[in-house]
């Protein structure tokens, strides 16, 4: 079993509560591509007579390096600790989101640009911001982990309505360069001053200066590889990024084809932020309470109701802020449900590699999904076939956590009561 802390929850939060608003601070820079490309299809289809698929192209590009380069992430923080990696990717993550107002109008130029993007991505992807976090929480873990992640419900809140106002003003070109200095001069001295590796003892206890050091508790590799739940959790990742994170991603173009203005659909998509932070508060406490798979598995149908919204009633503007909510209480929730089990299913000895793996179904989804709705958009001129398909991958997902079955390391309490 998973070492239990000898610290109450309240004990830890007096204790680390900085390193995890570091930590949320941090993450918000690892989704500036996905929240603050929708703003931008407009104007780069009027500059450029792009395509929505080729725009979104450069998420498919982000989304397979991430797959590929995950779990040796995970790995490097294993060994190195998140600290460092975590610095160099706030740095390198906003200035690639800067350089997008270089973009040219050619193929190679856009393509390179997102390659720069996709490299500085791995420094701040998921696993760096979850390792450190998850080694300081024991007892309120899904809470910390919900903190977090609110840091991208952070940028889904304000990052579309202050690209549209910023792109109103200045021009796409500033505007990229600006939301990226911003995002930099916030974050950078936070993470600088409080983001810090996890102890492996508590901080009342310090750790001799002689003898081995501690081991975590967790599968080795080999035997993770060998569990159902491994991939089960991989499949719900992948499937969920495929679908809900491309509707995010198109969810402004979306709106404007069904009648919506560009200020009334980018104020509606930051509706998607503001519900988001209440589904990772909400589930990061049903988490430390309940049945975690069977919370995972509640989230993740949510998406179903909103796509039937937008499918059927999707010019009326009352369904598409509901909708809207609903997928920012989805993923407000998919990453800390993931997270969360993958700590309690496989422990800590090797969470970065695990967690990491995890990490890479998330990308491929998000690789291919964007680029799958605009194809789907491009070829339809609607979005109706893919909101039908997203409706029946989430309905896989969500089967899919609902089997996983009891965690094998850590608490998860009232294991009946959901």
């Given at each position: 079993m998973e070492r239990s802390s000898s610290l109450t929850a309240p004990a830890e939060w007096r204790r680390s509560w900085r390193v995890a608003l570091a930590a949320s601070l941090g993450y918000s820079i690892a989704v500036l591509h996905i929240y603050g490309l929708g703003p931008f299809f407009q104007?780069?289809?009027?500059?450029?007579?792009?395509?929505?698929?080729?725009?979104?192209?450069g998420l498919t590009i982000a989304g397979l390096s991430g797959a590929v380069f995950s779990v040796p992430i995970g790995m490097f923080i294993d060994r190195l600790g998140p600290r460092p990696i975590g610095l160099i990717g706030v740095v390198l993550m906003t200035s690639a989101f800067a350089l997008f107002g270089t973009a040219t109008g050619g193929s190679a130029n856009w393509i390179l640009l997102w390659a720069f993007l996709s490299f500085a991505n791995l420094w701040a992807q998921t696993t760096v911001w979850v390792a450190a976090v998850a080694g300081h929480f024991e007892r309120s873990r899904g809470l910390a982990l919900a903190i977090t992640f609110s840091g991208a419900s952070l940028t889904a809140t304000l990052l579309p309505a202050v690209a549209t106002q910023l792109i109103g003003a200045y021009g796409w070109r500033a505007a990229f360069p600006m939301l990226g200095g911003l995002w930099l001069v916030i974050v950078l001295p936070i993470v600088f001053l409080f983001f810090r590796s996890a102890r492996l003892v508590p901080a009342e206890q310090p750790q001799a200066s002689s003898g081995p050091a501690p081991v975590l508790p967790g599968l080795s590799a080999a035997e993770g590889l060998c569990t159902f739940a491994f991939y089960k959790l991989f499949l719900a990742s992948g499937l969920f990024t495929f679908t809900a994170?491309?509707?995010?991603?198109?969810?402004?173009?979306?709106?404007?084809?069904?009648?919506a203005d560009a200020a009334g659909a980018a104020y509606i998509a930051g509706l998607v932020g503001i519900f988001s932070i209440i589904g990772r508060l909400g589930t990061g406490f049903l988490l430390d309470r309940l049945s975690s798979h069977l919370v995972g598995a509640l989230v993740f149908?949510?998406?179903?109701?909103?796509?039937?919204?937008?499918f059927f009633d999707g010019s009326n503007p009352a369904s598409q802020a509901i909708a809207t909510s609903i997928f920012g209480l989805t993923l407000g929730a998919e990453i800390d449900v993931i997270g969360y089990l993958t700590s309690r299913h496989f422990g800590l000895r090797h969470f970065g590699m695990f967690f990491g793996a995890m990490v890479g179904g998330l990308a491929v989804g998000s690789a291919f999904g964007p680029l799958a709705a605009g194809a789907v958009f491009?070829?339809?001129?609607?979005?109706?076939?893919?909101?039908?398909?997203?409706?029946?991958?989430?309905?896989?997902?969500?089967?899919?956590?609902?089997?996983?079955g009891r965690p094998r390391f850590g608490i998860d309490p009232h294991e009946s009561q959901l």
């Amino acid at each position: 079993m998973e070492r239990s802390s000898s610290l109450t929850a309240p004990a830890e939060w007096r204790r680390s509560w900085r390193v995890a608003l570091a930590a949320s601070l941090g993450y918000s820079i690892a989704v500036l591509h996905i929240y603050g490309l929708g703003p931008f299809f407009q104007p780069l289809e009027q500059e450029f007579g792009w395509s929505r698929a080729f725009i979104s192209a450069g998420l498919t590009i982000a989304g397979l390096s991430g797959a590929v380069f995950s779990v040796p992430i995970g790995m490097f923080i294993d060994r190195l600790g998140p600290r460092p990696i975590g610095l160099i990717g706030v740095v390198l993550m906003t200035s690639a989101f800067a350089l997008f107002g270089t973009a040219t109008g050619g193929s190679a130029n856009w393509i390179l640009l997102w390659a720069f993007l996709s490299f500085a991505n791995l420094w701040a992807q998921t696993t760096v911001w979850v390792a450190a976090v998850a080694g300081h929480f024991e007892r309120s873990r899904g809470l910390a982990l919900a903190i977090t992640f609110s840091g991208a419900s952070l940028t889904a809140t304000l990052l579309p309505a202050v690209a549209t106002q910023l792109i109103g003003a200045y021009g796409w070109r500033a505007a990229f360069p600006m939301l990226g200095g911003l995002w930099l001069v916030i974050v950078l001295p936070i993470v600088f001053l409080f983001f810090r590796s996890a102890r492996l003892v508590p901080a009342e206890q310090p750790q001799a200066s002689s003898g081995p050091a501690p081991v975590l508790p967790g599968l080795s590799a080999a035997e993770g590889l060998c569990t159902f739940a491994f991939y089960k959790l991989f499949l719900a990742s992948g499937l969920f990024t495929f679908t809900a994170v491309a509707i995010v991603v198109h969810i402004v173009p979306l709106l404007r084809d069904s009648g919506a203005d560009a200020a009334g659909a980018a104020y509606i998509a930051g509706l998607v932020g503001i519900f988001s932070i209440i589904g990772r508060l909400g589930t990061g406490f049903l988490l430390d309470r309940l049945s975690s798979h069977l919370v995972g598995a509640l989230v993740f149908t949510l998406p179903i109701i909103a796509c039937a919204l937008l499918f059927f009633d999707g010019s009326n503007p009352a369904s598409q802020a509901i909708a809207t909510s609903i997928f920012g209480l989805t993923l407000g929730a998919e990453i800390d449900v993931i997270g969360y089990l993958t700590s309690r299913h496989f422990g800590l000895r090797h969470f970065g590699m695990f967690f990491g793996a995890m990490v890479g179904g998330l990308a491929v989804g998000s690789a291919f999904g964007p680029l799958a709705a605009g194809a789907v958009f491009d070829s339809y001129g609607s979005y109706a076939p893919f909101l039908i398909l997203t409706m029946v991958l989430m309905a896989i997902s969500s089967l899919a956590l609902a089997t996983l079955g009891r965690p094998r390391f850590g608490i998860d309490p009232h294991e009946s009561q959901l």
